[in-house]
């Protein structure tokens, strides 16, 4: 039976060729997103500026498996303790620092993309540290003196330096002439991401403004040391005093900790995408093989009449099957591979990927996809082959032009365990689910509901075929009544082309408006908190001492206030409502720039340790004015502070407000970055601005600019990601519009003999094609009421989640624009293949092979 079915490819290409088509771009989408998956698991971080170290020790970046927000530095003493470990023949620490070389007044590094700042940032450090690349000197010599500076060639040719000659560089805002002494490159001429300034071990330490702390400890080991026992015994003797050792591709991660949350962001995108992915590719595929097996039910009940028994016709159909669903798999990993590497590089272009990370694909992904294909077919073609195989011939002959019984127990339980699955996720999204993690349940509930939907569709086709024949018939005439006729008859094939119609608009409807109302969740994050007209942004490292005292002296200037942002964590009391991301921290100067007002307490008390908490959430920690609790701040420093004051935020998300002074200590730059500015009643905003940026024009890098810099970053990436959410699902969507125009031709192509019957029986072509577009009204109108009951199960629930309110304030055009869509498809997938069928004469027509 396997020669046979691999002829019968040959005389069944149409078919095949949906099938093909199925299967071809649902492999290349879960390819995809395993591609995704399997960097976020590695998450390879391969080191730069440490190459030259088998072993570094840094500091411990989790908290209770949560990534924390700045960089963790370790004690000078722990370097000595290293040193001393047995197989280590030197321990070299490295300092880092945010600097900026000047040229003409301005920076010479472009550091206008908020995404890459922090990764394309120059940074200073040690001499000492040089040989953990290694750098090497190409010209010059090694910086001997306090006024003395080395820079990569690059960073030099950038600002028109030459050894011999001054260069200006600005640190923590302040702005100092260095002499020029050397050149240096790393070996092998790589180029690594930060640029780095050297200057002599002690002025770096001076200048770090982190006095008795590094940020990595770089192992060199005595030659035949095995690195990875020495790596053990370093970690006894540190005797896991918040400090790590890292080895291999991990290495990196030292320079830059920002890109361990890289592998969050990679593992849940990928998780989230690529398990949409693989239910709606594995549901279309089976839905197109199915279908296309049904329509040979006439083909098998005659094989089973001359004496084929059932064992052979399941072999055949599987051997198809197979045949089939394996080329177009593995043909279809080739450009899922291509496209994985794209969304890979949108995500880094967008921040939520390190540019230290590198992007993996092996050969787990290309199983994965090869095997959800297979699964899918196979088990549509068994399930299918086995219906066939059980019926008699007489019986099958029958059931060829008569539909039988659709309301299987299998279909029925599958179709409770997708509702009650995506009800459950539902549930799920509005009372457990916050943060980022909100959206791995809101969005599969729509997909859960819309394939639970889809195998119930016969049954709602009867319904809504019921209440639409009359007006059709009372529109369209002989030609509308036939439509209703045939759909009455036929409703199990009409259900497999309303089945991914269900999935396009539930999927696209549901998913669009997930992230217009994520949007407006961000807005309304930041709104509400403080009053601001104008903000002075430092781009490289904080701004110089005293400059608030000079902004707030500055006329025109009603109140100014130092402002930060971080994540922390409430370590005690234990805090049963905090997210796996922390808490956002707002770091502020007294309250004078603070639109939200005390419930009780003082926010003029933000003095010293003190924070002001949301009142619901002061409520849930037991905690009141006066009381005290444990924070652990972005560096992972644990801090005692004492309530203040509780506020009510003006919306869903809130943070906990802490002084500037306090939490700008615990940041990795170690200093503010911005100073918002309220201008006074009948001040000129223009004559404000200038004064603001005479003020600053001795700290280049610092930009003067409206209220909008306080989201800047966050808008930006936000952007971003909703700019990789659209492709993604464009993505899904676009695979569910291939799956809706391959079944509606699939199944319209093969009533080319029920056509040319009946233009025999007097039909005219334009009867037919009116015909056609009733039936499909009729399919447009279960598939998008079905679709859009769906996306509701995802709708509601995420308004709930991000904004508190069941009916989200969202666009009616998106809704209108994804039904066009899908009114566009169907009419064109189901009138072309109409057209070209009834173009023969209708005596061949009726003769053809049904």
Same mark, same amino acid.
Not at 153 to 172: I, M, P, S, W
Not at 438 to 461: E, N, Y
Not at 725 to 742: D, E
Not at 785 to 793: D, E, H, Q, R, Y
């Given at each position: 039976?396997?020669?046979?079915?691999?002829?019968?490819?040959?005389?069944?290409?149409?078919?095949?060729?949906?099938?093909?088509?199925?299967?071809?771009?649902?492999?290349?989408?879960?390819?995809?997103?395993?591609?995704?998956?399997?960097?976020?698991?590695?998450?390879?971080?391969?080191?730069?500026?440490?190459?030259?170290?088998?072993?570094?020790?840094?500091?411990?970046?989790?908290?209770?498996?949560?990534?924390?927000?700045?960089?963790?530095?370790?004690?000078?003493?722990?370097?000595?303790?290293?040193?001393?470990?047995?197989?280590?023949?030197?321990?070299?620490?490295?300092?880092?620092?945010?600097?900026?070389?000047?040229?003409?007044?301005?920076?010479?590094?472009?550091?206008?993309?908020?995404?890459?700042?922090?990764?394309?940032?120059?940074?200073?450090?040690?001499?000492?540290?040089?040989?953990?690349?290694?750098?090497?000197?190409?010209?010059?010599?090694?910086?001997?003196?306090?006024?003395?500076?080395?820079?990569?060639?690059?960073?030099?040719?950038?600002?028109?330096?030459?050894?011999?000659?001054?260069?200006?560089?600005?640190?923590?805002?302040?702005?100092?002439?260095?002499?020029?002494?050397?050149?240096?490159?790393?070996?092998?001429?790589?180029?690594?991401?930060?640029?780095?300034?050297?200057?002599?071990?002690?002025?770096?330490?001076?200048?770090?403004?982190?006095?008795?702390?590094?940020?990595?400890?770089?192992?060199?080991?005595?030659?035949?040391?095995?690195?990875?026992?020495?790596?053990?015994?370093?970690?006894?003797?540190?005797?896991?005093?918040?400090?790590?050792?890292?080895?291999?591709?991990?290495?990196?991660?030292?320079?830059?900790?920002?890109?361990?949350?890289?592998?969050?962001?990679?593992?849940?995108?990928?998780?989230?995408?690529?398990?949409?992915?693989?239910?709606?590719?594995?549901?279309?595929?089976?839905?197109?093989?199915?279908?296309?097996?049904?329509?040979?039910?006439?083909?098998?009940?005659?094989?089973?009449?001359?004496?084929?028994?059932?064992?052979?016709?399941?072999?055949?159909?599987?051997?198809?099957?197979?045949?089939?669903?394996?080329?177009?798999?593995?043909?279809?990993?080739?450009?899922?591979?291509?496209?994985?590497?794209?969304?890979?590089?949108?995500?880094?272009?967008?921040?939520?990927?390190?540019?230290?990370?590198?992007?993996?694909?092996?050969?787990?992904?290309?199983?994965?996809?090869?095997?959800?294909?297979?699964?899918?077919?196979?088990?549509?073609?068994?399930?299918?082959?086995r219906k066939i195989a059980k019926t008699r011939a007489t019986e099958a002959l029958a059931d060829s032009a008569i539909e039988g019984n659709w309301l299987t127990r299998t279909r029925i339980w599958?179709?409770?365990?997708?509702?009650?699955?995506?009800?459950?996720?539902?549930?799920?999204?509005?009372?457990?689910?916050?943060?980022?993690?909100?959206?791995?349940?809101?969005?599969?509930?729509?997909?859960?509901?819309?394939?639970?939907?889809?195998?119930?569709?016969?049954?709602?086709?009867?319904?809504?075929?019921?209440?639409?024949?009359?007006?059709?018939?009372?529109?369209?005439?002989?030609?509308?009544?036939?439509?209703?006729?045939?759909?009455? =008859? /036929? !409703?199990?094939?009409?259900? @497999?082309?309303?089945?991914?119609?269900?999935?396009?608009? *539930?999927? $696209?409807? &549901? %998913? #669009?408006?997930?992230?217009?109302?994520?949007?407006?969740?961000?807005?309304? =994050? /930041? !709104?509400?908190?403080?009053? @601001?007209?104008?903000?002075?942004?430092?781009?490289?490292? *904080?701004? $110089?001492? &005293? %400059? #608030?005292?000079?902004?707030?002296?500055?006329?025109?200037?009603?109140?100014?206030?130092?402002?930060?942002?971080?994540?922390?964590?409430?370590?005690?009391?234990?805090?049963?409502?905090?997210?796996?991301? &922390?808490?956002?921290?707002?770091?502020?100067?007294?309250?004078?720039?603070?639109?939200?007002?005390?419930?009780?307490?003082?926010?003029?008390?933000?003095?010293?340790?003190?924070?002001?908490?949301?009142?619901?959430?002061?409520?849930?920690?037991?905690?009141?004015?006066?009381?005290?609790?444990?924070?652990?701040?972005?560096?992972?420093?644990?801090?005692?502070?004492?309530?203040?004051?509780?506020?009510?935020?003006?919306?869903?998300?809130?943070?906990?407000?802490?002084?500037?002074?306090?939490?700008a200590a615990h940041t990795t730059d170690g200093a503010a970055g911005q100073i918002v500015v309220r201008r006074a009643p009948g001040a000129d905003p223009g004559k404000l601005t200038q004064a603001?940026?005479?003020?600053?024009?001795?700290?280049?890098?610092?930009?003067?600019?409206?209220?909008?810099?306080?989201?800047?970053?966050?808008?930006?990436?936000?952007?971003?990601?909703?700019?990789?959410?659209?492709?993604?699902?464009?993505?899904?969507?676009?695979?569910?519009?291939?799956?809706?125009?391959?079944?509606?031709?699939?199944?319209?192509?093969?009533?080319?003999?029920?056509?040319?019957?009946?233009?025999?029986?007097?039909?005219?072509?334009?009867?037919?094609?009116?015909?056609?577009?009733?039936?499909?009204?009729?399919?447009?109108?279960?598939?998008?009421?079905?679709?859009?009951?769906?996306?509701?199960?995802?709708?509601?629930?995420?308004?709930?989640?991000?904004?508190?309110?069941?009916?989200?304030?969202?666009?009616?055009?998106?809704?209108?624009?994804?039904?066009?869509?899908?009114?566009?498809?169907?009419?064109?997938?189901?009138?072309?293949?109409?057209?070209?069928?009834?173009?023969?004469?209708?005596?061949?027509?009726?003769?053809?092979?049904?």
């Amino acid at each position: 039976m396997l020669s046979l079915a691999l002829r019968t490819l040959r005389f069944r290409k149409g078919g095949f060729v949906a099938t093909f088509i199925a299967m071809f771009f649902g492999a290349a989408l879960i390819m995809a997103c395993g591609g995704l998956m399997e960097s976020g698991v590695r998450d390879a971080v391969p080191p730069q500026r440490l190459a030259a170290a088998p072993l570094v020790v840094t500091g411990d970046q989790t908290y209770e498996s949560s990534q924390l927000a700045e960089r963790v530095r370790l004690d000078a003493g722990r370097v000595a303790t290293v040193a001393a470990v047995p197989g280590v023949a030197k321990a070299v620490p490295d300092v880092s620092f945010p600097v900026s070389v000047v040229r003409d007044g301005r920076p010479v590094t472009d550091l206008s993309d908020t995404a890459t700042r922090t990764e394309h940032r120059p940074l200073g450090h040690g001499w000492g540290s040089a040989q953990l690349a290694p750098y090497t000197l190409t010209s010059g010599t090694a910086p001997g003196a306090a006024g003395d500076v080395v820079l990569d060639t690059e960073l030099a040719r950038q600002a028109g330096a030459t050894v011999g000659t001054d260069v200006r560089l600005v640190a923590h805002g302040r702005l100092t002439t260095f002499r020029l002494t050397g050149l240096v490159q790393q070996a092998g001429g790589r180029t690594a991401a930060q640029p780095a300034v050297f200057f002599t071990d002690a002025r770096a330490a001076a200048l770090s403004g982190r006095s008795g702390t590094v940020d990595a400890i770089g192992v060199l080991p005595k030659p035949g040391t095995d690195a990875g026992e020495l790596g053990s015994r370093i970690e006894q003797a540190l005797d896991g005093r918040a400090a790590v050792t890292l080895a291999g591709d991990n290495r990196g991660l030292a320079e830059f900790p920002q890109a361990a949350t890289s592998q969050k962001n990679l593992i849940m995108l990928s998780a989230i995408f690529g398990g949409w992915a693989i239910l709606v590719a594995m549901f279309g595929a089976s839905s197109t093989l199915g279908l296309t097996i049904s329509q040979r039910h006439r083909e098998m009940a005659l094989m089973k009449a001359i004496g084929t028994t059932p064992r052979q016709l399941r072999r055949m159909i599987l051997g198809e099957t197979l045949t089939v669903s394996i080329v177009a798999s593995v043909l279809g990993c080739l450009p899922g591979a291509l496209l994985s590497r794209f969304l890979f590089d949108k995500l880094v272009s967008a921040g939520m990927v390190s540019q230290a990370v590198e992007f993996r694909l092996g050969i787990v992904p290309a199983v994965v996809a090869v095997a959800a294909s297979l699964l899918a077919g196979v088990g549509a073609a068994y399930l299918t082959a086995r219906k066939i195989a059980k019926t008699r011939a007489t019986e099958a002959l029958a059931d060829s032009a008569i539909e039988g019984n659709w309301l299987t127990r299998t279909r029925i339980w599958l179709s409770v365990l997708f509702l009650v699955g995506g009800a459950a996720m539902a549930v799920m999204t509005m009372t457990t689910m916050t943060g980022d993690l909100t959206a791995s349940t809101a969005g599969p509930a729509c997909i859960l509901w819309a394939i639970g939907l889809a195998l119930l569709a016969p049954g709602f086709t009867r319904a809504i075929v019921a209440l639409l024949k009359g007006p059709l018939g009372a529109v369209s005439g002989l030609a509308g009544r036939i439509a209703v006729l045939n759909s009455r =008859a /036929h !409703t199990v094939r009409m259900a @497999a082309t309303i089945t991914p119609i269900i999935l396009l608009t *539930g999927i $696209a409807t &549901g %998913t #669009l408006y997930m992230q217009q109302i994520e949007d407006a969740s961000n807005r309304t =994050a /930041h !709104t509400g908190i403080l009053r @601001a007209d104008d903000v002075l942004t430092a781009t490289a490292g *904080g701004l $110089a001492p &005293g %400059t #608030l005292d000079r902004v707030r002296h500055t006329p025109g200037v009603a109140a100014a206030s130092d402002y930060v942002t971080s994540t922390g964590f409430v370590q005690s009391p234990e805090d049963t409502t905090q997210t796996g991301d &922390g808490w956002t921290l707002q770091g502020v100067t007294g309250d004078r720039n603070l639109s939200v007002r005390a419930a009780e307490g003082s926010l003029a008390g933000l003095r010293g340790n003190s924070v002001a908490l949301p009142v619901d959430h002061a409520a849930a920690l037991g905690r009141g004015i006066g009381d005290s609790l444990t924070l652990r701040l972005g560096d992972g420093t644990s801090a005692t502070v004492k309530v203040v004051a509780t506020y009510r935020p003006e919306g869903v998300a809130a943070s906990l407000l802490l002084p500037a002074e306090l939490l700008a200590a615990h940041t990795t730059d170690g200093a503010a970055g911005q100073i918002v500015v309220r201008r006074a009643p009948g001040a000129d905003p223009g004559k404000l601005t200038q004064a603001l940026s005479a003020l600053v024009k001795d700290q280049p890098g610092v930009e003067v600019s409206g209220s909008a810099a306080l989201t800047a970053d966050r808008t930006a990436g936000q952007q971003q990601l909703a700019t990789i959410n659209y492709l993604v699902v464009g993505m899904i969507v676009g695979y569910t519009a291939i799956s809706v125009v391959n079944t509606l031709i699939a199944a319209t192509g093969r009533r080319r003999r029920e056509f040319g019957l009946q233009q025999l029986t007097g039909f005219t072509r334009r009867q037919i094609m009116t015909m056609m577009s009733m039936e499909s009204v009729l399919t447009l109108v279960v598939g998008v009421v079905l679709g859009s009951v769906a996306s509701a199960v995802t709708l509601f629930p995420y308004s709930v989640a991000k904004l508190g309110r069941v009916v989200p304030t969202v666009p009616v055009w998106i809704y209108l624009a994804v039904v066009a869509g899908a009114v566009i498809i169907t009419f064109a997938a189901t009138l072309v293949p109409t057209w070209r069928a009834t173009r023969f004469r209708p005596v061949e027509a009726a003769t053809a092979a049904a």
